[in-house]
């Protein structure tokens, strides 16, 4: 459960940008925030989508199931089917790691010293 504008909220919400129809699960960003907390959110809300716009990406390019028509699934099974591929891409991401490659930085000669 959670409030926004005073009114109480028991179901889930997604974030969304003005494309989406004004539907009470759409959370939408503020077009012209003033306030600095509406400026936050913003900013929030902008990082969070682009996160799971770039995680869909590479599950797409990982995994055609994805790709298709969702409609036909149960809520559930697109769940299970979303967690899946996460934890398959994290364990290939984690498997190509190499440990063994020491922590390589380099200086950014705009701001040394």
């Known amino acids: ?3 926004i504008n005073n009114i109480v909220y028991s179901g889930g ?3 969304a940008d003005k494309i989406y129809p004004r539907w009470t699960t759409f959370v939408k960003t503020i077009l012209n925030p003033q ?3 509406e400026k ?3 900013a929030f809300q902008k990082g ?3 996160d799971v716009e770039m995680c869909f990406g590479i599950l797409q390019a990982h995994w055609a199931i994805i790709r298709g028509i ?3 699934f149960d809520e559930e099974v697109l769940r299970s089917i979303m967690m899946t591929c996460i934890i398959l891409h994290n364990m290939i991401v984690e498997d190509e790691y190499d440990y063994d490659v020491p922590n390589m930085f380099e200086l950014d000669p705009m701001n040394s010293n």
Do not use: G, I, N, T
């Open 40 to 42: 936050s959110f913003v």
């Open 1 to 3: 459960m959670y409030q």
């Open 48 to 50: 969070y989508r682009k």
């Open 35 to 37: 306030l600095e907390k």
């Open 70 to 72: 969702a409609r036909m």
């Open 13 to 15: 919400y997604s974030l």
